[in-house]
């Protein structure tokens, strides 16, 4: 009788803890659990490996006393998951450039090659076992990378396209800078073309490698409400030597990458670019 007391008390305590654990679980990774401070924002993010994002960036220049502006634009659905991406740009370099990566191969098409009805060409070269772009060079920054940039409250009462958000102000580092400028895939993709240098000066590249620049303001949005995640980024940088940057990032919210928006728009799941046609020009 005794020994059955125990068993039941034994069986009745385990069914509590788990229950209690259960309970703990479900809010923990709801948005009932309410993270305190930019710390715990943070670190309640989990990063999705599929999204879309865009940029825009204002970059002024002193040039001899005379002050250019460049504006770029850069839009980005990617899935590290499967390492895949669409990139377009317009103004980072000449001529507006569009960017597919299939996980085998990287390739390009730009304004004049679509105005000849030119085909695709390749910008990795899988035929000499040149792997493509990785995903990762076109994502935005991590959270990670705000819980090294010194990140400090500002409220929890912000908006984002209506909807209540936490705005973080930061110090924005090197990492921070060159994944929203995108440095490291266009490095990349200009690699050995006289384009190189409309995407950034080496002067500058130099100076943001370095952390040699400034910060009047630097913040971003998490959504409160749901699935935590960064929404919005904006930031200024003014190098040493005169020249500045704005950027403001967002992240597109509810993407479907599975419905079509027209006829000839295939899902990134689904992309292949084919035949590299190996020992073709092209």
Known sequence: MIRNRILTVVILFMAAATALYAGYTLIANSSIFVPQGADGVLKA?????????????????DL????????AVRGVIVNTELNKFRVQQQGVLPERTYYYSDGKFTAQLDENRIDADFP??????ICNDAPTIPADEVTLPTPQ???????????????????????????????IVSRLLMLDFFTTVTDGEPESA???????????????FTSPRAS?????????????IDMIIELDGGSSYRILAQRSAGIDDSISQDDNYVPLAALDNGDPQCGLSG
């Open 45 to 61: 993010i989990e990063p999705d490996p599929a999204y879309g994002w865009g940029s825009e960036s204002v970059r002024l220049l």
């Open 64 to 71: 001899g006393g005379s002050k250019t502006q460049q504006d």
């Open 120 to 125: 695709w060409v390749r910008v990795t070269d």
């Open 145 to 175: 990378d705000f819980l090294d940039a010194s990140p400090q409250l500002q409220t929890d009462e912000g908006t984002f396209l209506g909807d209540r958000a936490w705005v973080i102000d930061f110090t924005p580092s090197p990492a």
């Open 198 to 212: 409309w995407v950034i000066s080496d002067k500058e590249r130099k100076l943001i490698a370095e952390g040699e």
């Open 220 to 232: 971003i949005w998490v959504n409160y409400n749901g699935n935590r995640e960064i929404r919005q």
